[in-house]
């Protein structure tokens, strides 16, 4: 036995040896190039430490931190068809969708719920970038529907955060046809005076912007997010013209009147707790959570030093 190949030599190359690190400890910022630990980041809601940059984040985590203590409860959306037109491209429709399932851990592009922030009940959808671009499908629109339909029935209003690609192509015209129906649904909200507000999201694009996300009460948006029905290189290409600095981002729209606010993601609760208390005539919000203090109670207790009447 040779005791040097054996023993000696195994052990001096596994105490020399590169540790191997875990790929998901760490997520390389898209706009800065910063490396980001993990935990860092969520507990970031996703946004970089160093530059303020908004990742993609999935309604699931963005639910968790958006309604008191994480808590909510979902709302079941009627399943359409799976496959209306037979679509196939490079896949068949139904493996497209499969992997998209497989990959986020989701049936579809779309999620609704309903709980309460800052005290304040509501009902709330947000789409999902990473299944299939946030396209809007029929169970998109169904899900809309069936968030306004819910809104309507507890008398709450609707927040929608909005982050879409457009239209789901395999689904051709049933997909647009998501468009009037939508448009439809918030037009229930409104004649039922429930206030309707959307947060858009990197990136709201296409058909998407033509509809629902645009008909909102208020409109608040993320910092930098691509907003707009046609891209900014496709509009360079038709007019033949270069574009203005941050053309179609929040800040430029904020600026020209198209957006209400533009909102860091960690402030966005108390942002929304504010608007919906105030659009539904409740009184403020009190901080920590504490109860408001009693009306005339102030004005009941003579000043100290004065005497009693």
């Given at each position: 036995?040779?005791?040097?190949?054996n023993?000696?030599r195994?052990?001096?190359?596994s105490?020399?040896?590169?540790?191997?690190?875990?790929e998901n400890?760490?997520t390389?910022?898209?706009?800065?190039?910063?490396?980001?630990?993990?935990?860092?980041?969520?507990?970031?809601?996703?946004?970089?430490?160093?530059?303020?940059?908004?990742?993609?984040i999935?309604?699931?985590?963005r639910?968790a931190?958006?309604?008191?203590?994480?808590?909510?409860?979902?709302?079941e959306?009627p399943?359409p068809?799976a496959?209306?037109?037979?679509?196939?491209?490079q896949k068949?429709?139904?493996?497209?969708?499969?992997?998209?399932q497989k990959a986020t851990g989701?049936k579809?592009a779309?999620?609704?719920a309903e709980g309460e922030i800052?005290?304040t009940?509501i009902?709330a959808?947000?789409?999902d970038f990473s299944?299939m671009?946030g396209s809007m499908?029929?169970y998109v629109g169904?899900a809309?529907?069936?968030?306004?339909q819910r809104a309507?029935?507890?008398?709450?209003?609707?927040?929608?955060f909005s982050?879409?690609?457009g239209a789901?192509?395999q689904?051709g015209?049933?997909?647009?046809?998501?468009?009037?129906r939508t448009?439809?649904a918030?037009?229930?909200l409104?004649?039922a005076?429930?206030?309707y507000?959307?947060?858009?999201?990197?990136?709201?694009?296409?058909?998407?912007?033509?509809?629902?996300a645009m008909?909102?009460?208020v409109?608040?948006a993320?910092?930098?997010?691509?907003?707009c029905?046609?891209?900014p290189?496709?509009?360079?290409q038709?007019?033949?013209e270069k574009?203005p600095?941050?053309?179609q981002r929040?800040?430029y729209?904020?600026?020209?009147?198209?957006?209400?606010?533009?909102?860091?993601?960690?402030?966005?609760?108390g942002?929304?707790?504010t608007?919906l208390?105030?659009l539904?005539?409740q009184?403020?919000a009190?901080?920590a959570?504490?109860?408001?203090?009693a009306?005339g109670?102030a004005?009941a207790e003579?000043?100290e030093?004065?005497?009693?009447a």
């Open positions: 036995m040779n005791w040097i190949s023993y000696v195994p052990r001096i190359n105490l020399f040896s590169r540790r191997e690190v875990p400890l760490w390389k910022c898209d706009n800065c190039g910063t490396m980001l630990f993990h935990r860092e980041l969520t507990e970031n809601l996703n946004v970089c430490t160093n530059c303020n940059h908004h990742m993609p999935s309604p699931r985590i639910f931190a958006l309604f008191d203590g994480g808590v909510y409860s979902e709302v959306v399943q068809l496959d209306p037109l037979h679509f196939r491209d068949k429709y139904p493996d497209r969708m499969r992997a998209a989701e579809e779309m999620l609704v800052g005290r009940p009902v959808a947000a789409q299944f671009g499908g029929m169904n809309i529907i069936a968030a306004a309507l029935a507890l008398k709450r209003p609707l927040v929608l982050a879409a690609g789901r192509m689904e015209i049933l997909s647009l046809m998501q468009m009037p448009t439809v918030v037009e229930m409104k004649e005076g429930l206030p507000i959307v947060v858009l999201t990197h990136p709201t694009t296409g058909g998407v912007t033509a509809s629902y008909l909102g009460d409109h608040i993320e910092p930098n997010a691509l907003i029905f046609a891209g290189r496709v509009i360079e038709t007019i033949r574009l600095e941050g053309f929040a800040e729209l904020l600026d020209h009147g198209m957006l209400d606010r533009v909102t860091h993601r960690g402030e966005m609760k942002e929304l707790v608007i208390r105030m539904t005539g009184s403020p009190v901080a959570d504490l109860p408001p203090p009306e109670k004005a003579p000043p030093g004065a005497e009693p």
